[in-house]
T-cell receptor, first 115, second 110 residues
Framework: DAGVTQSPTHLIKTRGQQVTLRCSPK?????VSWYQQALGQGPQFIFQYYEEEERQRGNFPDRFSGHQFPNYSSELNVNALLLGDSALYLC??????????????FGPGTRLTVL | AQRVTQPEKLLSVFKGAPVELKCNYS??????LFWYVQYSRQRLQLLLRHISRESIKGFTADLNKGETSFHLKKPFAQEEDSAMYYC????????????FGTGTKLQVIP
């Protein structure tokens, strides 16, 4: 099991463009969360997906949207990119149905640079 | 609203000295508290959670609801403990979001 995987590793976009980031959860996990981590900050929760629906959302504008597929993989889409969207985007997966073993596993992240 | 505060950006200690990384939280219910660690060039990973009341790599953390704190402690620091440490909170109930602090960089001086 490769654990949580994310693609691409790095991405450079210009202001106003749109971007799609991808995440495959750890085997056996059905819940995916996305985080934005700006330089020098902790991860900030964007949203969480379970059963292909957005279940929780943090304080991010509608430009940030997502999707979860039947195989539990997920995409994060950001429209109308701003310079301030430059950050490391982390995906994390977990399986809340496993009782006490409710650990969130993180991917390596996608580094997005907006010029 | 839930909030996690880690007052120290950087904590430098000598090898063998005790370590205490501070974490305070704000939440109006019964939260779950976690410590995550990120070693150099590695992924963010769970270190420990308050409900397990366990010691991992010599680290412990006790939830103090009166002081709304969840400080991370280790009696004798090792060089391999050098890393970024993040305190995190998840609210009670299903599908709750996780709020992270800004992190503390622990530097253990040989």
């Amino acid at each position: 099991d490769a654990g949580v995987t994310q693609s691409p590793t790095h991405l450079i976009k210009t202001r106003g463009q749109q971007v799609t980031l991808r995440c495959s959860p750890k085997s056996g996990h059905d819940t995916v969360s996305w985080y934005q981590q700006a330089l020098g900050q902790g991860p900030q929760f964007i949203f969480q997906y379970y059963e292909e629906e957005e279940r929780q959302r943090g304080n991010f504008p509608d430009r940030f949207s997502g999707h979860q597929f039947p195989n539990y993989s997920s995409e994060l889409n950001v429209n109308a990119l701003l310079l301030g969207d430059s950050a490391l985007y982390l995906c994390a997966s977990r399986n809340p149905g496993t009782g006490s073993v409710d650990e969130q596993f993180f991917g390596p992240g996608t580094r997005l640079t907006v010029l | 609203a839930q909030r996690v505060t880690q007052p120290e950006k950087l904590l430098s200690v000598f090898k063998g000295a005790p370590v205490e990384l501070k974490c305070n939280y704000s939440y109006s219910g019964s939260p779950e508290l976690f410590w995550y660690v990120q070693y150099s060039r590695q992924r963010l990973q769970l270190l420990l959670r308050h409900i397990s009341r366990e010691s991992i790599k010599g680290f412990t953390a006790d939830l103090n609801k009166g002081e709304t704190s969840f400080h991370l402690k280790k009696p004798f620091a090792q060089e391999e403990d050098s890393a970024m440490y993040y305190c995190a909170l998840r609210g009670s109930g299903g599908y709750q979001k996780v709020t992270f602090g800004t992190g503390t960089k622990l530097q253990v001086i040989p």
